[in-house]
């Protein structure tokens, strides 16, 4: 269905667009896993065109791990190809009667009963789906066994290793009988001021390509962010009872680039290239290889595992991308299961037998095989956190996550803006919502608390917009791009001259109305804290031994939160919010 200039212009396009469209049929979802849940596939209006970053998809959907708004997203080249088939989101409702995979075929579009592709891996259903087609050219999307069998934060695979990771977006798909989703599209993409464009694409390209960290970036993309972690004693460690593992220098991005690396990937037309495909040439892992891992990758089923095998950690990365899970929540979740048999708080009986230990890879790939298919404990696990928390209330205390999602691999003892901005990250407690570490580090002994609110809220007001427009943050908050660039590429594509601090209002108007969707599940203050362990347990060893979050400062952060977004104390949008939100978006 056509959306109309006036809605295409006030949500834009990724996340803006599928939160509009969930919010309007809120009142028919009852349960995320339920056919009447609505998922939005979007791009946005830049995805697929040659600027830096310009190729993310964004899957909107009432979230399966949390039961409140959720989103995903995903690189690598599907965005692109769907708009290049002349789709600007793809809305799925309802369920397939069979196993299906949908295939768009620019305006063909078919449901293709597909029982074969049953328990298949996610990687192995891309490969099958594109035999089938038979064709190379044809992007799909796919989920593994996770998905079909509704684990809670099954993810949603694309070219072999982007994933749309978070809230269990994958578990929606599978809700809805939905294997995979294949398109090819032939059309070139409306631009409203082609030469105009071309230049600022130029610019851009030259001015990332003369910054000093690009090639340094190229050869070890995220994974830099272990070193630089550890040594400012940063790296959740073993269940974020640590931050400094003595075993980095056997997992960073130095030891990936010279034992393991074999090459580079990246989404589309991107030039920052922050793929890495990376192959385990000997030992007992030998012949794996995957792209990846990235960083939160590496540290959650690493150094947060105590495993400082780089080998093991390719495998469990692996085996996340072909069963289909989210490689945060499994490592929080196996993290926390380890240290609660370490401790004590669960017997070796209630994992299965299994007496769980510290860096032993094969009781964690074992694990992870248990959530996807869901087997004994695995079973519990494929619920999240809060299905843990169900059926094992004391390990509240050390199972670290926010309104049931766990929690990204950066600590917010080290660096206190980040307990706020896991706290309100309107997801749970992810890091793409507002990522203050590196600021916090830098200057943080100085700051006061407006201060960490106003870096908070900063980051929360321009990160909406990149996922509206369907680029890719990285070239911004890593390479320094700055955000004035955003506001002249959508004005060259749309033919609409757009100021920046509108574009910025759109931003702050998308956050208030994915808080409304979540206060209409029974969000509130309650749930806006991370998680205990920030506030209970002290750090162990490294720069900041001893830290924890003061509980105290952090009422005051919230308090100070809530009067500069206009909510009331206890979280809550004014009742006008809704009612102005359309006036709003100008
Ligand atoms: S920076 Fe990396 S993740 Fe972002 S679009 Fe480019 S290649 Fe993809």
Request: hydrophobic share 40%; glycine share 12%.
């Amino acid at each position: 269905m056509p959306f109309g200039d006036d809605f295409a212009l006030k949500y834009m396009g990724g996340r803006g667009f599928g939160a509009k469209i969930l919010y309007d049929h809120l009142g028919k979802i009852k349960d995320p896993l339920g056919p009447e849940n609505i998922l939005t596939i979007a791009p946005g209006p830049l995805t697929g065109l040659f600027l830096p970053g310009a190729a993310k998809t964004h899957l909107v959907a009432l979230a399966p791990l949390t039961g409140i708004y959720g989103d995903s997203n995903m690189g690598g080249n599907f965005g692109s190809e769907l708009r290049q088939a002349g789709y600007d989101a793809l809305v799925l409702t309802g369920r397939a009667e069979k196993l299906s995979y949908l295939w768009i075929d620019d305006d063909d579009v078919e449901l293709v009963p597909a029982p074969d592709l049953a328990g298949k891996g996610a990687l192995d259903t891309e490969r099958a789906v594109k035999e089938a087609l038979q064709s190379e050219e044809v992007r799909v999307a796919a989920i593994g066994p996770a998905g079909e069998k509704l684990v809670r934060f099954a993810s949603i695979n694309c070219d072999w290793g982007r994933n749309a990771g978070r809230c269990g977006m994958g578990a929606v798909l599978g809700s809805k009988n939905i294997k995979a989703i294949a398109v090819r599209g032939g059309q070139d993409l409306p631009v409203a001021d082609a030469s105009e464009l071309r230049l600022l694409t130029e610019t851009s390209l030259r001015d990332l390509s003369d910054h000093p960290l690009f090639e340094f970036w190229q050869q070890q993309g995220l994974m830099s962010v272990v070193d630089y972690l550890n040594t400012a004693g940063g790296l959740p460690t073993r269940n974020f009872q640590q931050n400094v593992f003595e075993h980095a220098e056997q997992i960073d991005g130095f030891k990936m680039e010279r034992e393991f690396k074999i090459g580079d990937t990246a989404c589309f037309g991107c030039p920052m290239s922050c793929g890495n495909i990376c192959l385990v040439k000997n030992g007992k892992y030998k012949g794996t290889i995957t792209e990846g891992p990235e960083y939160e990758s590496a540290c959650t089923l690493g150094s947060n595992l105590g495993v400082s095998d780089f080998a093991a950690i390719l495998k469990g990365n692996q085996l996340c991308d072909e069963l289909g899970i989210d490689t945060i929540s499994a490592g929080v979740l196996v993290g926390t299961m380890i240290e609660a048999v370490d401790t004590g708080l669960l017997r070796p009986s209630d994992v299965d037998g299994m007496k769980l230990e510290w860096g032993n890879s094969d009781q964690i790939t074992t694990l992870l095989e248990k959530i996807a298919n869901r087997e004994g404990v695995g079973d519990v696990l494929a619920g999240g956190s809060k299905a843990v928390l169900e059926k094992w209330p004391q390990l509240d205390p050390i199972l670290v996550q926010t309104k049931g999602m766990e929690q990204s691999a950066y600590d917010a003892r080290a660096t206190i803006s980040m307990a706020l901005a896991y706290g309100t990250s309107d997801i749970g407690a992810h890091h793409t919502r507002a990522w203050t570490v590196g600021k916090e580090l830098e200057l943080g002994a100085k700051w006061t608390n407006e201060d960490r609110v106003n870096i908070v809220m900063y980051h929360q007001t321009i990160r909406p917009l990149f996922d509206m427009l369907g680029v890719c943050r990285l070239p911004w908050i890593e390479l320094g791009f700055d955000e004035q660039r955003y506001a002249e590429y959508y004005s060259a594509v749309t033919g609409v001259p757009h100021r920046l601090d509108e574009l910025l209002e759109r931003s702050r108007a998308l956050w208030d109305l994915t808080r409304l969707i979540s206060v209409s599940r029974g969000i509130s203050r309650k749930d806006d804290y991370p998680a205990p362990r920030m506030f209970d347990r002290p750090i162990e060893g490294g720069q900041y031994a001893g830290r924890v979050v003061d509980r105290g400062q952090y009422e005051e952060l919230l308090d100070l939160y809530y009067q500069r977004r206009g909510w009331s104390e206890d979280g809550l949008p004014p009742a006008e919010t809704a009612k102005s939100f359309e006036d709003r978006l100008t």
